[in-house]
């Protein structure tokens, strides 16, 4: 029998690949004092945060015809390439988690499900409630979509007509032009309290024409990035997430989420030639202030070899041209 990979236990459950970080023993979630803390946080919307709906439906008839990237709110990106629009774990709830419960959206997502472009394939990265939200999953509206997630997610899709799941490197060719590939991430998964790392989770690498979009999963920061630099590498865009991360004083950050700065050690470890900040300004998953990722990731980009303005901010509802972001003709 062919050894199994190494992410692969035998006991059918994943753990991150080798060499990545590993969570402390003495770090303690509370419960209670992360909702105390959850408290004293200001979620007041700065004016250029949030485009109104109105535009947001302008600009999408406007450049219906260009490849463009659209952002939704939290991790969830309109991406057009050719004729084929992908979107990335649609969130399109009020909360974050089952039912009602779960942490709840301040932002409202820029355009309504119902509102969605004609969409041709369905990317979910992980099992996580800010990403794989069941409510969406329900009323999506094209239900001929092809779906792409990690090794056991497949059973959340049973009325889904092209469901495919995938193991770390396993590439999909969705048409001529266009080739997505599953890629090792720094994360796990669990939805209830007896699933921990039952299902895969991995970020998704883009291939359209002669471009690389890389989109993270939920993702901290590992010596895979390298790795994956050298093997795929140079990366036209890398969309990351920078928020999430901070869990003082309970500890002082999440393994599990990149903070700005290492979002951006990424993007360099993966030879991006342009970062784009996702995973922000939506919900309240940590503690540290709402608007500061998008103010670490600008005031970092040089550090890590980027000029300011390689290093992209979007505000929610913003779309833009592939054309503009990457600087080509």
């Not at 999909?172 to 299902?199: E, F, G, Y």
């Not at 140079?234 to 003082?248: K, Q, V």
Request: charged share 30%.
């Amino acid at each position: 029998m062919a050894e199994k990979p190494y992410h692969h236990l035998p006991d059918g459950t994943f753990r991150n690949p080798e060499g990545s970080p590993v969570r402390s023993k003495d770090v303690k979630f509370s419960y209670r004092t992360f909702v105390k803390e959850k408290k004293k946080i200001d979620i007041t919307i700065p004016e250029n945060h949030v485009i109104d709906k109105k535009i947001v439906r302008e600009n999408l008839e406007k450049y219906k015809n260009d490849d463009y990237i659209a952002w939704i709110g939290h991790a969830t990106f309109l991406i057009k390439l050719g004729e084929t629009t992908i979107i990335t774990d649609p969130v399109f709830s009020r909360n974050a988690g089952p039912l009602i419960f779960g942490p709840k959206r301040y932002v409202e997502p820029a355009i309504q499900l119902k509102e969605i472009p004609k969409t041709d394939v369905f990317l979910l990265t992980h099992n996580h409630y800010d990403h794989q939200d069941m409510k969406t999953i329900r009323k999506f509206p094209y239900k001929d979509a092809k779906v792409l997630l990690p090794l056991k997610l497949g059973k959340y899709f049973k009325k889904y007509k092209d469901v495919n799941e995938m193991d770390w490197y396993d590439e999909i060719q969705i048409n001529k032009d266009l080739k997505i590939t599953l890629l090792p991430a720094v994360h796990w998964s669990k939805r209830s309290l007896t699933d921990t790392n039952k299902t895969l989770w991995g970020n998704f690498l883009i291939e359209y024409k002669n471009k690389k979009i890389f989109f993270a999963c939920d993702t901290g920061y590992g010596n895979i990035y390298k790795d994956l630099g050298q093997k795929y590498g140079p990366i036209d865009l890398s969309m990351i997430n920078i928020g999430a991360y901070d869990f003082r004083p309970m500890f002082e950050k999440s393994i599990y989420h990149t903070t700005p700065e290492e979002a951006l050690n990424i993007a360099q470890d993966l030879k991006s030639k342009k970062v784009l900040g996702t995973h922000w300004g939506t919900f309240v998953l940590s503690l540290e202030p709402i608007m500061e990722p998008r103010v670490r990731f600008k005031d970092s980009a040089e550090k890590f070899g980027f000029n300011k303005e390689d290093a992209i901010i979007f505000k929610i509802g913003e779309i833009n041209s592939l054309k503009k972001l990457l600087n080509y003709n």
